[in-house]
């Protein structure tokens, strides 16, 4: 499953890097928790958690079902 989300966090970097941040694959658990760590600009963003939950977490869900949540680390 990692090689999966690392798949789609690609898919995902892109627009996370033209706005100056990144996203670093820190751990996916066998119950489908996937934890991360923003890094760059979306450090400390007032905008990160939107970030998190409406567009990192929504996109490994439906490329990766097995994802269950998504967690910063």
């Not at 690609?10 to 627009?15: E, L, Q």
């Not at 670093?24 to 400390?44: F, H, N, Q, S």
């Amino acid at each position: 499953m990692r090689e999966k989300v690392e798949e789609a966090l690609a898919k995902i970097r892109p627009s996370l890097q033209a706005d100056g941040g990144d996203v670093e694959l820190c751990e996916v658990t066998e119950d489908g928790v996937v934890k991360v760590k923003l890094t760059g600009a979306c450090c400390g963003c007032p905008m990160a958690e939107m970030t998190l939950k409406m567009g990192i977490e929504r996109t490994l869900k439906q490329l990766v079902p097995e994802v269950k949540k998504v967690e910063t680390v």
